[in-house]
């Protein structure tokens, strides 16, 4: 299973763009990369998953380079709400999720 | 469409009592995954089942903790004999059939167990 290492925290302003940067060097080929948002008290929330280039939806946007050894979350105009606990995984269809400590965002006004 | 269902969200133990944690996943989904959470920290897996199979469980302590998800019914995560330790939040996913690469997880609010 692949390891991922991403920042522990990170600090922005509302109305900016936040990319959250997840190192995978050795994600395997069946692996699939997934992000997670987790808000206190609750359980983590999907946001994007992706395989590699760029996946975007209506929440974020995923960059993953040709090599796949690493992910960019990128978050556009992030508000107050947005201050959560980001996880990124990279793990293969019906196997356990392993979790890190993840990148605590905290979004000031 | 209802999410991951998981009752109740909280629950409070005194110390040998059982505790039992309960999981509906999402209509159409037939794998589910215990997690467990500790006081600052990230989430552990324990176990994953599908229906009326246990397909992975090396992350279950082997005593006083057992899972099950019958054909009709929720699935269930039991702690026998509760001890302090096991104060945590208890997470439950839900996916659908593993066919294909793409596989995504759906969790629950979480069960907070609180032992006294």
């Known amino acids: 299973l692949a390891k991922t290492t991403q920042p522990i925290s990170m600090d922005s302003y509302e109305g900016q763009e936040v990319n959250i940067t997840c190192s995978h060097n050795?994600?395997?080929?069946?692996?699939?990369i997934t992000w997670y948002q987790q808000f206190p008290s609750q359980g983590p929330r999907f946001i994007i998953q992706?395989?590699?280039t760029k996946v975007t939806n209506e929440v974020a946007s995923l960059f993953i380079p040709a090599d796949r050894k690493s992910s960019t979350l990128s978050l556009p105009r992030v508000s107050l709400s947005d201050t959560a606990v980001y996880y990124c995984?990279?793990?293969?269809?019906?196997?356990?999720?392993?979790f890190g400590k993840g990148t605590t965002l905290s979004v000031s006004s | 469409n209802a999410g991951v269902m998981q009752n109740p969200r909280h629950l409070v133990r005194r110390r040998g009592q059982e505790a039992r944690l309960r999981c509906s996943p999402m209509?159409?989904?037939?794998?589910v995954y215990w997690y467990r959470q500790l006081p600052e920290e990230g989430l552990k897996f324990m176990v994953y089942?599908?229906?009326?199979?246990?397909?992975?469980e090396s992350g279950m302590p082997k005593e006083r903790f057992s899972a099950e998800f019958p054909k009709e019914g929720p699935s269930i995560l039991r702690i026998q004999q509760v001890v302090r330790g096991d104060s945590a939040a208890y997470f439950c996913?839900?996916?659908?059939?593993?066919?294909?690469?793409?596989?995504?997880?759906?969790f629950g609010a979480g069960t907070r167990l609180s032992v006294l």
């Open positions: 209509k159409g989904h037939s794998h």
């Open positions: 995984l990279a793990n293969q269809a019906g196997t356990a999720l392993i």
């Open positions: 089942l599908q229906k009326e199979n246990i397909i992975d």
């Open positions: 992706g395989y590699k």
């Open positions: 996913a839900s996916s659908r059939t593993s066919g294909g690469l793409k596989n995504i997880q759906y």
């Open positions: 050795n994600i395997a080929t069946n692996d699939y």
